[in-house]
């Protein structure tokens, strides 16, 4: 049904707080970087509006260390489009300082706690490739 994918890849042993945090802001790059992939918006009975949500799923996976490296390697080699998060942007306060220790990070190894990678399906499957769907 759909030519793309979207898989979002979270460290697996992080708080929960954290996880759900990092599917969050990962969830929020994608849909911003593919506009073209947002639906209409909501609309209830009574015709109360509702904002409009990514058309395709979105795939989160537990994932260690290796799969994170592995997707972000993958990403880059295959140009997908791809939303970040590393442990430095848990001690920010805001995204201006968040986008300052992303780019601080090594650029062939940041400390990612989370991935998000939208392209075509095969790709994005060969990036993700050894995550396991979380529980």
């Known amino acids: 049904m759909f030519d793309t994918k979207v898989a979002i890849l979270v460290l697996d042993d992080l708080a929960t707080w954290q996880k759900l945090n990092v599917t969050a802001f990962l969830a929020t790059g994608i849909a911003a970087a593919a506009p073209e992939a947002i639906g209409e918006p909501y609309e209830d009975a009574a015709g109360r509006r509702f904002a409009s949500l990514l058309g395709q799923p ?3 996976f537990a994932a260690g260390p290796d799969e994170l490296r592995r997707a972000h390697r993958i ?4 140009d997908l ?4 998060y590393v442990r430095a942007m848990f001690s920010t306060g805001h995204d201006a300082a968040n986008r300052d220790v992303f780019k601080a ?3 062939d190894a940041p400390d990612l706690v989370g991935i998000a990678i939208r392209g075509p399906k095969r790709d994005v499957d060969k ?3 050894g995550a396991k769907l979380h529980p």
């Open 58 to 60: 979105m795939l989160v």
């Open 75 to 78: 990403s880059a080699e295959k």
């Open 81 to 84: 489009t791809t939303a970040v």
């Open 105 to 107: 990070e090594p650029t």
């Open 127 to 129: 990036a993700s490739k």
